[in-house]
Nanobody, 127 residues
Framework: QVHLVESGGGLVQAGGSLRLSCESSGRTFRSYVMGWFRQAPGKEREFVAAISPSGDRLYDADSVQGRFTISRDNAKNTVYLQMNSLKPEDTAVYYC????????????????????WGQGTQVTVSS
């Protein structure tokens, strides 16, 4: 069983920045794709970003391109989401997810493609 723990959420003004962290308890963290998703009230959970096991390939949603950056530190079993130029529409609960399957060179952008989830961290952007 893998446990994921997110941290770093909070309240920030529009245009500000936050850095989310997610630590995994899995011993083979370095072997798997990690992702970030978010869910706003009344909306479905949506893909934000993902990163390959080695960290050399990044994937992100159009809505956050150029503003959010995913990264990972395999020595620390941790994945990060640096969020800059935040907008009120970025307000949501942010979840990290781990995909414990062979990496084929692409990543799923639906929540069903991930096997383990954190409890979520709230990000609120005020206008």
């Amino acid at each position: 069983q893998v446990h994921l723990v997110e941290s770093g959420g909070g309240l920030v003004q529009a245009g500000g920045s936050l850095r989310l962290s997610c630590e995994s308890s899995g011993r083979t963290f370095r072997s798997y794709v990690m992702g970030w998703f978010r869910q706003a009230p009344g909306k479905e959970r949506e893909f934000v970003a993902a990163i390959s096991p080695s960290g050399d390939r990044l994937y992100d949603a159009d809505s956050v391109q150029g503003r959010f950056t995913i990264s990972r530190d395999n020595a620390k079993n941790t994945v990060y989401l640096q969020m800059n130029s935040l907008k009120p529409e970025d307000t949501a609960v942010y979840y990290c997810a781990q995909r414990n399957r062979y990496y084929s060179g692409s990543v799923p952008r639906s929540s069903g493609g991930y096997d383990y989830w954190g409890q979520g961290t709230q990000v609120t952007v005020s206008s």
